[in-house]
């Protein structure tokens, strides 16, 4: 099964509005909600950010939301912080039980 | 503190045998979902598998994994195991155990722990 599609990079500045694409299939972003995002800073393990497509855990902040439409799922960063430069990967259950990730999107803030 | 820790990684040859472990502190294992997740060096995360949640005895595992790979729980440990036969050169990566006390979101994550397949 071959990872979820994301951009491998992507840039804002300072107080802008950033999406992050997690494009799937009909087999698994498309259909089922249990997609999730992970930020990964350097040398650290992954911290949960948005699970069930768009619930926030508690503790995350509220610039962080996720969507999906058909088969690609997104994660929007609003009012891009310096501290949000990092690594960010989603993920999606799948029909045949198992669980995909996304390639990875590193987020420069500039 | 809920905390997952992560042992047993090591270097060992193409073909051998290696055992994780994952030791939870402050909670109950068999409460959640537990799973492991893996990352190649510079590369992205990978699953590998992973074990219902309350107690449940549905498992999970990704294509490259099954027949060759397995997940346990041992309740009275408060561990969780991954046993990996006929190691290959490509399962060199860090290697996490994760909770979810929701269907697949992994909330807690351990430090992982670091295997390397070499001759």
């Known amino acids: 099964q071959s990872a979820l599609a994301q951009p491998a990079s992507v840039s804002g500045s300072p107080g802008q509005s950033i999406t992050i694409s997690c494009t799937g299939t009909?087999?698994?972003?498309?259909?089922?909600?249990?997609v999730s995002w992970f930020q990964q800073y350097p040398g650290k393990a992954p911290k949960l950010m948005i699970f069930d497509v768009s619930v926030r855990p508690s503790g995350v902040s509220n610039r962080f939301s996720g969507s999906k439409s058909g088969n690609t799922a997104s994660l929007t960063i609003s009012g891009l912080q310096a501290e949000d430069e990092a690594d960010y990967f989603c993920?999606?259950?799948?029909?045949?039980?198992?669980?995909?990730f996304g390639g990875g999107t590193k987020l420069t803030v500039l | 503190q809920r905390q997952l820790v992560e042992s047993g990684g090591g270097v060992v040859q193409p073909g051998r045998s290696l055992r994780l472990s994952c030791a939870a502190s402050g909670f109950t294992l068999s409460s959640t979902g537990v799973h492991w997740v893996r990352q190649a060096p510079g590369k992205g995360l990978q699953f590998v598998a992973g074990m219902d949640y309350a107690g449940g005895t549905k498992t999970y595992y990704a294509e490259f994994a099954k027949g060759r790979i397995t997940i346990s729980r041992d309740a009275s440990k408060n561990m969780v195991y991954l046993e990996m036969n006929s190691l290959r050169v490509e399962d060199t990566a860090l290697y996490y155990c994760a909770t979810d006390a929701k269907f697949f979101s992994f909330d807690l994550w351990g430090q992982g722990t670091v295997v390397t397949v070499s001759s």
């Open positions: 993920s999606s259950y799948t029909g045949s039980d198992t669980l995909l």
């Open positions: 009909n087999s698994d972003v498309g259909a089922y909600n249990f």
